[in-house]
């Protein structure tokens, strides 16, 4: 055996190595961006069930309130007690569906639920791309390493060593600080 064929075989064996843990790397962000990719639908499917229950409460109101408006018009020899007593008694149901803390469902803490079920989905969106750009990198760092193995340019493995080095930003973004990059807005 030569020198030069150990070598090469020695260059393919950091070559291969390199490609094993830019793969490796490339399973943890799909699946950390599969994740993400979940929450971020199932936050957005709670953050539009309570705005349509949110409007479904307004709109409740708006018919009681026109209602009881509607009651407020009678001539005053018609405004009887029972009249006054369901007025009262509207009066106090929109009260209770604007807010209901005891419960959660008026309108004020449905609104609040369903901005904190957007910003989850805002935060699972942020780390979704990052896991994306970051499946890229390495996918391409991958292939540019394997390109190195046929056509023996060295610079091919380095520069998918820095996409490998370039992913790996990128999945630690994704996991640790997913508001720091706005590529996506």
């Known amino acids: 055996m030569s020198g030069g064929h150990g070598a090469i075989e020695g260059s393919n064996r950091r070559v291969a190595l390199l490609i094993s843990v830019l793969a ?5 962000s799909e699946t950390a961006g599969k994740g993400a990719q979940t929450e971020a639908l199932s936050a957005n499917v709670e953050a539009s069930n309570q705005w349509a229950y ?22 005053p020899g018609t405004n009887d007690a029972a009249i006054q007593a369901k007025r009262a008694e509207w009066a106090k149901t929109l009260a209770r569906w604007d807010s209901e803390p005891a419960t959660g469902e008026g309108r004020k803490e449905l609104a609040e639920k369903a901005k904190a079920s957007q910003e989850k989905r805002d935060l699972a969106l942020h780390r ?9 990198a390495f ?24 996409l490998g080095l370039a992913g790996a930003v990128m999945l630690g973004f994704g996991f640790f600080a997913p508001h720091v990059l706005h590529l996506f807005g």
């Open 128 to 136: 979704y791309h990052h896991y994306e750009l970051a499946s890229a």
């Open 24 to 28: 490796l790397c490339l399973a943890f």
């Open 54 to 75: 949110f409007q479904a409460r307004t709109i409740r109101g708006t018919v009681v309130k026109t209602a009881d408006e509607a009651l407020g018009l009678l001539p």
């Open 139 to 162: 996918q391409i760092g991958i292939v540019l390493a394997s390109a190195e193995v046929i056509t023996g340019i060295t610079a091919l493995v380095f520069a998918g060593g820095l």
